[in-house]
Every structure is written in structure tokens, then in C-alpha cells.
């Protein structure tokens, strides 16, 4: 109730004035007075929870307004609320309507109530012209019910795909008429519309994998419009045939193929709900469980038959599929390029076997490309349109390569001319002919051909060899090589004569001194095929480069042989220097003198004495005469006077020509020696001088006689005194000089032990 605080006893007189003004009918709505025209139903809408104000009409400010409801299905009117502008009053029932208040003549329905719904009559008691006049206002009242939050229902959740699914969208409450609208959305996608479906159910007959995803529903009517949450629908499916992807990709008409020692990369793909299990098969052998099989580093033991097994544990279905994957390998190295000529032609090959396919080769020249084949490519061109220097390449290209691998060939003629020499083999038996022409692209074809120009056996590139049996009628004879080449005309010739060896030796007579050195020199003048060269010694012995007292020195063409420390014993004579080839041998003498040198002075010694203890002598000479020395040779035996005689042996060798004097030691003192001397001129030895024999040095017995004697007098004065000092302080210990008596009837044990004592001192001097 809204206004003053009611006054029981006036209200309740009204509501039965009021009671009077209603008169039912059997339609349920009061009678209006006769003085009341009729008045139409207006029709009014609220929303519950909401408010809705009724108004009560328009007109003079009245005197009293009651208000009343009939529900709908009832005839009888209920009183609501009543007021006369001073005071209201509200029924208790009104509050199964919402919260109801009036305001002046309205009345205000607050938090409305379904059960508001029904018709309400406004009766306004008023005074116009000095009556009283009643008016009615007819309303009907619509409570409206908002919709609730729809569901999505679906009559399978999990469908196996081909079944039959039905979608509800079920709404608990509103307002009728309900308009319903549906979206699906994708698993990973954006929610779509479904267009044409508008019913609060549809019914997806028979569902696939399509459907497979959430499903929302909304639901409106004139006051709301609200959305439901997502239900899931989980399409069973699958598998699908399984797709097999290969990286890097390569396809053959058989499958795939991959790179050798690259890494390759095997998927498969499988649609099925649940997500399909994977295993990898190579040749019927499992290799891998897992949509992915990578090969790190292939080779070619990974060539084979992979198979993707897929299943679905769902449904326990599985599918397959097969490839084949070849692991392709270049040819080992690099391409080979050859040139083989021909008559006024040229045949160029280029092979690159092996690999995995085959490597495609390709000619390329100066003109532009050439043929194209696998492995093996040959292209012939004629000579004469070819300049020496036109280069070619073989491209050789393979799926397993990035860039091509190329061998290339230059046709060019080779430099100066042929070159012709001979050798002999097997011990002179046979005569190799040997011709070189060396580079050229291709290379030179060389023959031999003999002195009527016929050819000596077939023909060989860059080098040309041929066998004669040795014999002497082949000297003199004329062979010729022949060289030719596709890009060289006209032909090159190089001529080779056999002839017997001959020879020049610088000196036929040599000369050397006794001890010195000599060198027979002997060259090789001509001879084809080359000659051998040796030295035969004065007894026809063959000089070896190992014999003592020789050395053999070859100089290209010359051999020299040198004589050291010449002896005329040995070395005297007359060598001979001897070639010989193939054909024939040659030989020169040359004769070899060994002299002397000159006779030395002759030599005597002046002085040979032995020095301290007979261990060593002092030798002194003079020389006397002409003649040139270099060193003099003393030599000793034992003397044939002596237990020890013998040969003569060297005392000394090594003594300077200057040198006229020598101190000899080693000797033995019991051994009597003889000695003599030599002078030399290097190897030559003069007279020996005469043979001598040491003799002991003079004797000279003053000097040593008086050191004696000054000596013993020094020593015997110092002994002197030594002697009467002490005397003077030990008187005791010296014996007195006078004779002592005896004491008649003493005994012999009380006498005196002072005894004389003898003292003797003995000086030695030593000259």
C-alpha cells in the first residue's frame, strides 16, 4: 500500500460502496452503470520478474478507484487494491501478482508473476455536474515468460559413420511461439550455420565424417534469445586407404626415389577416427611403428617395398599401402674422356660406368652438343675441320648429383719432332729400337721401318719399340720412325744408324811419380747402340770399381779410371780402355809409369847415448851430399851382441826434415840395442847410415863428492847438538864417564843399574 497509513473503518465503508458498483455477469466482467458508457479490452504485456504499470483511465480527479482482477477461467472478480487519493489499501492475496502498488489511479505491478495474468477492472467513482459518475477501464493483462538456456541433446554421441543421429534442442520454458536456429562447428574450423533448419530437432540420416564436430542451438521468442553450449558429435570412421609422402620428393614410374646418403622422410596419412596406429613394413620386415619413418642417412640397403599398415582400435579395422623406394648412387669418380684416331678422323668416347639409373653423358664441342647416351657415349669427327687446340666436354648428369660431373679433352699436336736411340738387351743379343714422340692429344702413332721403307711391326701411340737379333753386319744399317698425327701433316721422321763403338783416350802414355796419382782417361766417341765401357789392367785383369787402389769415375761418353798411391811393383803397365756394343767392340791402350824420386842425402849419427836408467837414448845426425829430403827414419834391433837379436824395426817415422836430433824412449834396460837412420825423399829411402850402439854417458865424481861432504858435516853438527842438549837436560840418562867401584860385601842385587849404554850415529850422504 502506497500513501497514508489506511484508516480501517472509512476503507472497509468503501470496499462496500465498491462492493455495490460490481455486478457480475456471466461473462465475468461487471455491469457499467447506465450512466457509464462501454468500454472496449485493452490489451497490455509484461514480462515476468518485470514491472508493468495499468493505467486507469483519463478524466476529473475521482473520488474513489478499486481495482480488481479475474483470472482467466473465473467469473468472479477479486478486489486488488482501493484508494480514495488520501488513503489505499492493497489485498494480501495481490502479492501472488508481484509486488503491487497504485500510483494516483494506476496500478504498478512490480516483479511480475505468471499468475498476473488475467483481466483487471478499474472502477473510478467521480462528481461531474453535481452527480456521481462511475467509470470503467477494462485491461488484459499478458504476462510474458522469457526463454531458458536451450540444451542440445543428441540421440548418439559417438555414431559409427553411415548410422542415423537426431539432434534436440530442448528449451525448458517461454513464451510461446519459440523460434529455434542451429550451427555447426568443426572440430579446427569456424562455427556455420546450418540454413533451412528451424525446428527444435533435426535429424542427420545417415551421418559421415563431415558432421563430425560441436553443435549449438539457439532459441528466441518476443522477449529473449538465448544460446546453448556446444555438444560434440564424434564420428566414427576410418581408416581411410593410407597416403604414403616421400621427402625430398622424387618419382620414378615405380614409386619414389631418394638421394644416397641424404636423409629421407616416409609419411603416411591415414583419415580415421580415432586417430589410426601406424607401422612401417620394408620388404615384409616391420621398421618403424609411427606415421613417420626417417632415414637418416640412405643408402642402398633401403631400397624396397614400404608398406603403411594403419588401424583403427575403435572399430578394429585396418588398411594398407605400398610404394616402392629406390635409393639412387652416382657412378664412382668422375666421367673418363678418351681420344682414339683414326684414318683422317677422330673418335672421342666418354664412359662413366655404374650408378643407380645410369648417368646421362653428353658431347659438347666447339660447334655446340654433340650425341647424348647412357654410360657410354662416342662421337667421331673428321680431322681435317678440327684446329689443334679444339677442346670438348662430356656433361655426365645424374638425379643424385646437383651439379653435373665433367671430364673434358683438348685435341692438340704434340711438340717438336720424333725421337730416336737404341739399347741392348739380354746381354747384347738383341737390339732394342726405341722411338719417342711424346704429348699430343691424341698421341702420335710411330712405326719403324727398315731401309726399303717397309714397316718393322705394327704401330703404338707416343712411343714405338722394336727387337733385332744382334749381328755385325747390322752396322751401317739406316731404320727410320715415322710419326704421324691426325692434326700434323705432313709426316715426321726421326733416323737411327748402327755402328760399331769407337774410341779417344787423352794420353796414350801417363806418367806419376812413386806414391802419387794418375788418370787414364778414355771416351766414347760413337757407337749405336750405346756402348759399354771398362778398364783392363797391365795383366788383362777387368778393373771393377771396388778393386783396392782404383776408382772408376764414368763421365757420360767417358770413363775414367784413377790410380791412387802409385806403386811400380803394381801399378806399372799398360791398361787398355774397351768398348763394345751390339755390333762390334773397339779398344785403345794406354801405358802407365811409375817413377821414382831422386836418391836423398846420405845420413850419420854423431851421438847415441842412454839417458837415466838405460829406458830411453839421445840420438843426434848430420846429413852430408845432395838431394832433396822429406823426413828421415830411425830404426833399432836387438844387437847380435845381446840376448835379443832380430830384424830391424821403426823407431820413429814421423821426423820433420828440419829435425837433426831425436829422444828415443821404450827401451828395455836388459836388451843391448843397435840403431841406424834413413833419410827419405817422400817413397825413396837413402843409404841407412852406420849402425851404433848406445853408450852410456861419462861419469863426473867431484861435484858429487863434495855435495856429499858438505852434507855429512851439516848433518853431524845439527846431530851434535841435539845430542849435548839433551844430555845437558837429562843428566840421568847418559852414563857418566869414570869407571864405577864396588862396594866389597854388598849385594848383587843392590847394586847400581847405571850401566854404560853405546851410542852410535850413523850419517849417510847420498851424491
Not at 59 to 83: C, Q
Not at 571 to 597: I, K
Not at 708 to 731: D, E
Request: glycine residues 10%; aromatic residues 6%.
Amino acid at each position: 500500500m502506497v500513501g497514508q497509513r489506511p484508516q480501517h473503518h472509512p476503507v472497509s465503508l468503501l470496499l462496500l460502496i465498491r462492493l455495490c458498483f460490481l455486478h457480475p455477469r456471466a461473462s465475468g466482467q461487471p455491469h457499467p452503470t447506465p450512466e457509464a458508457p462501454a468500454e472496449e479490452v485493452v490489451s497490455v504485456q509484461g514480462v515476468r520478474g518485470g514491472s508493468v504499470e495499468l493505467a486507469c483511465g483519463s478524466g476529473p480527479a475521482p473520488l474513489l478507484v478499486l481495482w480488481s482482477f479475474t483470472p482467466p477461467g473465473s467469473l468472479v472478480p477479486r478486489p486488488v487494491a482501493v484508494t480514495d487519493g488520501a488513503m489505499s489499501k492493497v489485498e494480501a492475496f495481490a502479492s501472488a501478482l508481484g509486488v503491487v502498488s497504485l500510483r494516483n489511479s494506476s496500478l504498478v505491478l512490480g516483479e511480475l508473476r505468471e499468475g498476473a495474468r488475467g483481466h483487471f477492472l478499474c472502477q473510478v467513482l467521480h462528481v461531474a455536474g453535481g452527480q456521481l459518475h462511475t467509470a470503467y477501464s477494462h485491461l488484459r493483462l499478458a504476462v510474458l515468460v522469457p526463454v531458458s538456456k536451450p540444451q542440445v541433446r543428441l540421440s548418439n554421441p559417438s555414431p559409427v559413420e553411415g548410422a542415423s543421429v537426431v539432434a534436440t534442442c530442448a528449451v525448458r520454458e517461454g513464451t510461446e511461439p519459440v523460434t529455434f536456429a542451429w550451427q555447426h562447428q568443426a572440430s579446427r574450423g569456424l562455427g556455420e550455420a546450418l540454413v533451412g533448419v528451424t525446428e527444435p530437432l533435426f535429424q542427420l540420416d545417415p551421418v559421415n565424417r563431415t558432421h563430425l564436430g560441436w553443435y549449438m542451438c539457439s532459441a528466441s521468442n518476443s522477449v529473449n534469445r538465448l544460446s546453448s553450449d556446444g555438444a560434440f558429435l564424434d564420428v566414427i570412421y576410418g581408416p581411410d586407404k593410407p597416403v604414403i609422402t616421400v621427402e625430398p620428393l622424387g618419382l620414378t614410374e615405380e614409386g619414389f626415389w631418394a638421394s644416397e646418403r641424404e636423409e629421407v622422410t616416409l609419411s603416411c596419412l591415414a583419415a580415421s577416427n580415432p586417430p589410426s596406429h601406424y607401422v612401417w613394413l620394408r620388404d615384409h620386415t616391420q621398421v618403424h611403428t609411427g606415421p613417420t619413418y626417417v632415414i637418416a642417412r640412405a643408402g642402398r640397403v633401403h631400397t624396397g617395398l614400404y608398406t603403411c599398415l594403419a588401424r583403427n582400435s575403435y572399430l578394429d579395422t585396418r588398411t594398407q599401402t605400398t610404394v616402392q623406394l629406390t635409393i639412387y648412387y652416382p657412378p664412382e669418380g668422375q666421367p673418363s674422356c678418351a681420344v682414339h684416331p683414326s684414318p683422317g678422323a677422330v673418335t672421342l668416347l666418354c664412359t662413366w660406368p655404374g650408378g643407380l639409373p645410369p648417368a646421362q653423358l653428353l658431347w659438347e664441342g666447339p660447334q655446340g652438343p654433340g650425341p647424348t647416351a647412357p654410360s657410354n657415349v662416342t662421337w667421331s669427327h673428321a680431322a681435317a675441320q678440327l684446329p689443334s687446340g679444339s677442346v670438348f666436354t662430356c656433361k655426365g648428369q645424374h638425379p643424385a648429383l646437383a651439379p653435373p660431373a665433367l671430364c673434358t679433352v683438348m685435341l692438340w699436336e704434340p711438340l717438336g719432332r720424333p725421337t730416336c736411340w737404341s739399347t741392348a738387351a739380354m746381354g747384347d743379343q738383341f737390339i732394342m729400337l726405341s722411338c719417342e714422340w711424346p704429348g699430343g692429344e691424341p698421341p702420335a702413332m710411330l712405326s719403324w721401318l727398315d731401309e726399303q721403307q717397309q714397316p718393322l711391326g705394327g704401330s703404338s701411340s707416343s712411343m714405338a719399340v722394336h727387337l733385332l737379333q744382334a749381328q755385325e753386319d747390322l752396322a751401317g744399317r739406316v731404320f727410320t720412325c715415322r710419326g704421324t698425327h691426325l692434326l700434323r701433316t705432313p709426316d715426321l721422321h726421326c733416323h737411327l744408324q748402327l755402328e760399331a763403338p769407337q774410341l779417344d783416350v787423352a794420353e796414350p802414355r801417363v806418367s806419376v811419380l812413386e806414391g802419387g796419382e794418375a788418370w787414364l782417361e778414355c771416351c766414347l766417341r760413337r757407337g749405336t747402340p750405346p756402348a759399354q765401357l771398362l778398364w783392363l789392367g797391365p795383366q788383362q785383369q777387368k778393373v771393377d770399381p771396388g778393386t783396392s787402389g782404383f776408382m772408376l769415375h764414368p763421365e757420360g761418353a767417358q770413363l775414367r779410371l784413377g790410380i791412387y798411391d802409385a806403386d811400380p811393383a803394381h801399378h806399372r803397365g799398360t791398361y787398355q780402355c774397351v768398348a763394345r756394343n751390339a755390333v762390334g767392340n773397339s779398344s785403345r791402350s794406354v801405358l802407365l809409369e811409375v817413377l821414382r824420386y831422386p836418391a836423398p842425402p846420405n845420413v850419420t849419427i854423431s851421438r847415441l847415448t842412454y839417458g837415466r836408467h838405460r829406458r830411453e837414448v839421445q840420438l843426434q845426425w848430420a846429413i852430408s851430399g845432395p838431394g832433396n829430403l822429406t823426413g828421415f827414419l830411425v830404426q833399432r834391433k836387438a844387437s847380435a851382441l845381446g840376448p835379443g837379436a832380430g830384424a830391424w824395426e821403426t823407431a820413429a817415422s814421423d821426423i820433420e826434415p828440419e829435425s837433426r836430433g831425436r829422444r828415443l824412449g821404450g827401451l828395455d834396460p836388459g836388451v843391448l840395442y843397435a840403431f841406424r837412420i834413413l833419410a827419405l825423399n817422400h817413397h825413396t829411402a837413402g843409404h841407412p847410415s852406420e849402425v851404433k850402439i848406445p853408450a852410456d854417458p861419462p861419469f863426473s865424481a867431484y861435484p858429487a863428492v863434495l855435495g856429499a861432504a858438505g852434507t855429512g858435516m851439516v848433518v853431524a853438527m845439527v846431530a851434535s847438538l841435539l845430542v849435548f842438549q839433551y844430555a845437558a837436560r837429562h843428566p840421568q840418562t847418559f852414563p857418566r864417564l869414570e869407571t864405577p867401584t864396588t862396594t866389597p860385601g854388598l849385594d848383587p842385587a843392590q847394586e847400581t843399574t847405571d850401566a854404560p849404554v853405546n851410542v852410535t850415529i850413523t850419517v849417510t850422504a847420498t851424491p
